[in-house]
Structure formats: C-alpha cells, structure tokens
C-alpha cells in the first residue's frame, strides 16, 4: 500500500478541484489535487511539495480531515486529505486537464476519482 496526500483547498466556501490527466489512471475524473508521499517523507511536507509542483502555488495545511483507502488492479493506496488554504492564487496546472472552484453540494455532480468522492461528507 502507497501513501498519497490529498489537498481539500478552501476558500469563500468553494473548493478546488481539479480534473486528472487523460494519461493517469483515472483519465479525466476530477480530484482533490496532491501524490505520492516519498520514503521517511513526513505527510505534510509531500503535500507542500506536490501542489506546488502540481499547481504552482504554496498552501497552509489546516488539518487532516480523513483517509480512505483505495485498491484495484492497478493501484493500492491510502489517501490522505488535509484542509487547506492557498497563500497565492496564481495556479498554474502541470499535471492537470482543467480545474474548478464548486460548493460541497456541487461536487456531487462531478465524476470524482474514488476516494475522493467519499470524503464529499466530511467537508463543511
């Protein structure tokens, strides 16, 4: 199993998302951004360090809202989401297809990548 750290951006009551490369497992589904955590790398670190390199841009981490876990033919990981804020909003994406700011009922409407559909409740 892989750890992965997922950023739940938050601003004025609308969150990012953003919509994963038609490359990736999961072509096309939408995502709270982030990856794969390195070896002996704390959680928070890897998230600073993937949006930025997935977004361009440097965020708070708030806190943990839940993990959930995922495991298919292809991958086995454990997702971490964080609740963060962005501390610039300049995003520019390198990974990504498309991106959007919805309220938390929108989000619903949305094809999200496995876990993270499931933590949709969690949220405020």
Known sequence: MIDVVAAVI?????????????NKHFAYHWEFPGGKVDN?????????????????????????????????EKIDVNVHYFLCEALNENIILSEHEDMMRLKKNDLKQFKMAPGDSKIIKYLE
Do not use: G, T, V
């Not at 938050?10 to 038609?22: D, G």
């Open 40 to 72: 002996q790398e704390a959680f928070e670190n890897a998230l600073k360090r993937e949006i930025k390199e997935e977004l361009a841009i440097n965020i708070r981490i708030l806190h943990l809202i839940a993990s959930e876990k995922h495991k298919d």
């Open 10 to 22: 938050k601003k004025n009551n609308l969150y990012f998302i953003a919509q994963r490369n038609r």
